[in-house]
């Protein structure tokens, strides 16, 4: 069986999909793009989940978001994935290389990137299949007003970027 999103001479295909809330706190999202290998264009999958109200109550806890994220893993093999809020994307956003994985409550990263090191409580590490590995700060709710968990992000990344995880993403033949 081939690649679940092949690179097409057409180019990307993008698809996205609404959990039909009309409150902007409580709805959720995705959209995709698959099979755009240029500098222009590339693969993500991105999830928009509520902040507020009983759909955010359900799903903002790392057991679902980490399973979320190694679904997805597993499902489209993308080179790597990231859950995080918006105000910690902005603050990472300034010490981040273009095109190179953030960091984020929990991360993926493909088996191609590299051996993923030993990590700093609390943060733990967890294989995904064969396909790469899965990486969650803290169990409890990252939050960007929480020192310590800006902190342990900074840690985790440059450990990442030291073992040589963090490199940006090259377009694909």
């Known amino acids: 069986m081939g690649d679940v999103c ?8 993008p698809f996205s999909s609404w959990n039909g809330v009309l409150d902007d706190r409580d709805a959720s999202s995705f959209d995709a793009t698959c099979g755009g290998y240029s500098a222009r264009v590339s693969n993500f999958w991105l999830f928009d989940l509520p902040i507020q109200g009983s ?3 359900r799903v903002l806890t790392w057991q679902p978001l980490a399973g979320l994220l190694r679904a997805t893993a ?25 095109k190179s994985p953030y960091i ?11 051996v993923v090191p030993p990590m700093p409580a609390p943060a733990r590490i967890e294989p995904v299949e064969d396909k790469g590995t899965l990486i969650v700060l803290t ?7 929480n020192s310590e968990h800006v902190s342990l992000a900074e840690r985790v990344q440059e450990l990442l970027d030291r073992a040589g995880l963090l490199k940006p993403l090259q377009p694909q033949p």
Do not use: C, K
């Open 104 to 114: 984020g409550w929990a991360t993926y990263l493909a088996r191609q990137r590299g």
């Open 6 to 13: 092949p690179s097409s001479p057409a180019g990307a295909f």
């Open 55 to 57: 759909n955010a109550g």
């Open 74 to 98: 597993i499902a489209w093999e993308p080179d790597w994935g990231v859950v995080m809020s918006h105000a910690h994307r902005d603050m990472a956003e300034s010490r981040r290389v273009p």
């Open 139 to 145: 169990p409890e709710r990252f939050t960007v007003s």
